[in-house]
């Protein structure tokens, strides 16, 4: 009876994952949605599910690893936010079929905001992409414009004064 009330959460959780695969394969969202971990707590009337213990949450090319996940779900029953939480808290997907490379980000909490379309990594956070990378204490990338900033977050463990980046040369063509 139980998995009953839960079946609406876990279908909007389905929903909003494959939301989040807008910047990466399209058959990602299509594929189904496997979670991990050592305890699970689900409360329906908060619509809040937190999961705990080396949490493993994976949909087609799609990763995310932390020590805590927790899920909220907006008013409407769709998701609202994905926040893990580790150390390092992980997070990697493909950008496309013909580039096998993943797009790979650790921070001590990466969160993505559903609604706002944006995933937001903060303290010790690090963005790689086909030999491209960016450090700093807070990372923003909005997926529906591709567009990322980097700088100061608040509440950080490992303050970093400046960004750090490095950029690989375009190959050129033969």
Sequence with gaps: MRLVKTLPF???????LGSASAWALPTDRDQPIRIQADNAHLDD??????????VIITQGSMMI???TVTI???????IDVVTSVGNLAYFEQQQSADKPDKMKGWAVTIQYQSQKELVVLTDRAKVENEGNTTEGEKIVYNTKS??????????????RQRIDMVIQPKKKAE
Excluded: C, E, F, I
């Design 45 to 54: 009337k908060k619509g809040v599910a937190t999961y705990t213990g080396d």
């Design 146 to 159: 591709q567009v990322a900033t980097a700088g100061r977050g608040s509440n950080v463990t490992t303050p």
């Design 10 to 16: 876990l279908l909007s959780l389905s929903a909003a």
């Design 72 to 78: 909220t779900r907006a008013d409407s029953g769709d």
């Design 65 to 67: 690893k932390g020590n």
